[in-house]
């Protein structure tokens, strides 16, 4: 565990910020938090400067909620909203080039079990459509041929929201945007579909409507990720901009999207669903 | 399979260590290089005339001598994944040619900003169309606004010196950049020279990433809260100043190189015969050639030195405006049309039109001695019924 570094020498605490020292008394390092108690704890992300009302702030709130293992875990990210959010975590961070996320995890993830053998150092991606399923495909694509041992999360607001509004490979069908000025041509990617036949061992598509279950499935993508293989989630957070919904809206806006396109839907191989199995059977009896 | 390897020195191994002759290949060099360098990871991707080394570098993986090794997806992955790699604590190497290096560029241009000491070796290639494999070497004027440390090899021995010293130069605290070792393909990657080689049984030590002035991303140094990477997200104020320090401080590091490079390879430039009317100045391959064309030269008792450029970032400006300061003309071999390294003397020294844009060859085809010996004799008014050698 990693825990020894982000405590405070003895001696140390009255010269350190108010807000470290709160995030390692009352924060998520070495403890389990439940989703259900945020805002009875010192979150690992507080302050970003998202648009109000922005879904994908909130899931990725929920994300750092429910990381197993807060102070061995590697952030990456790319150029889009999130990474907005991302950089100002109290988790290392990643941001390298244009859609390289899972070039750099890979890398990033062999180098850490060269070096530290007998510890889980968790490699999480969060990136956006644009990032992983047109710009970084390839290489989103490629990691999870090669099965490199980390999770990718795809916060989904179907649209270039960072450099003002452009349609992706997410774009549903028929959407006007910009780039697109006669509504996009073709499908929206099956990104879920592909992680499968790619070989990802477990997979979930999900519309942030229930944070007990968000936190369940990050946590699960995680463990799967350190044991079996790549691991995918496809979650998604709306534009409130881009898409003009008002912001009191948003939340009905994902529950409506949970009866369509995105409804719960969760994946994974015999070996990892008997794993969690075996995992869940010991936590009841604990 | 795999020789029993003892951790020394680096100034040992590569300074002082007893050192025996092979007549092996440029690949076979790079590989040489790499099996002594105690290499964490290594990331291929074919092209050629750069395959053959990521091949040998396979099999010092299947050895043991190297931890990890992949076939990357294209060059942006392999390029991305090295700094990833990097970042995550591990020594790192990859090579690549011509059109990789350009598809791996965006991601090669960042390391310098990203703080990533690593080697990448480049065996030149026609970059443009129409298509070619030949080594032209235009690709290499690509790299010299970035902040990497760029090394031009001009023979198999160069290209093991150079590779091997390129990861102690690079982890240096004061330095902290990515080296280039670049070489011309096929004239020095698939040719064999005399290679003076140190024992297979040494290695450096591993790279410690703690030594550092960035730290690594890996969850064991404090505090919790790290920015290593940070998008340049404030004001735009804010913007300009962190871009502009940080790039600063990256030509600042490329600078402080010199002093490394001096210590592992006796300096940025070579020079034969310092008190010469007439200089060739040359880097990689055309330094072979320019090395011939003097030699001619002196059998013919004319009064022509060489100034081999090791060195292209950081560049030996001082050493050139010394050497050069008394030479009547500068002739600049080059195997490519812009005539970069002709460009970059000529602005270093006053009086540039004492240097002589040329002899260039393209496309990669070879550089004949007689071009250099035309150039040298049109310089020295020496007129010739049949141009013939010696």
Redesign the interface.
Known sequence: MGLEYVKISPGFERYMPRDYVDLVKMGQFGRQVDVMDLGQFKELVEDHPMCAGCYMAYFIRIFYASLPNPEDTIVLGTAGCARLALSQAAVPFIYGNYGDTNAVASGLKRALTIRFPDKHKDVVVIAGDGGLMDIGFGMTMHSWFRREKFTTIMVDNEVYGNTGGQESGMSPKGVQLKMAPKGKQFDKINAVELAKVAGCVYVAKLSPTNPKRIAKVIRRAILAARHFGPTFIHAYTSCNIEYSIPTREVLADARNREKKDFKFYEWMTDEVKEYFEEMEKKEVKA | MMVEQKVVDPDYLILEAPRERKFITGSQAFAEAIKRANV??A?AYPITPQSETMHLVGDLWAQGYV??Y?R???E???M???????????R?FSATSGPGLLRGL??IV?WPG?RIPAVLGVMTRVVNAPLSIQPDNVEIAYLLHSGLIVLHAENQQDVFDFTLAGFPISEKVDVYLPVVVATEGFFVTHAKGYVELPPEDMKLPPRDPYKAPVPP???????????????V?KSNFMSYLIHAVWQQEVWSANERARKWIKHYLGGLIEVVNPKAEVFIVASGCAAAQGREAQRYAEMEGLNVGLVKIKSIRPFPAQELREILKDAKAIIVPEHNIVGWLCKEVKAVIPNGDRVVEGPRVYGGMTLPVELIMDEIYRVLGIKKAKKTLV
Request: net charge negative.
């Open positions: 964490d990871i990331i931890k990890d992949y990357a997806e294209e942006y992955g392999a991305s994944a090295i700094a990833g790699a990097v970042r995550g604590g591990a790192a965006e991601a960042s990203h991303t890996d969850c064991e140094i404090p505090p919790a809260r790290i920015q290593r990477d940070a998008p997200q």
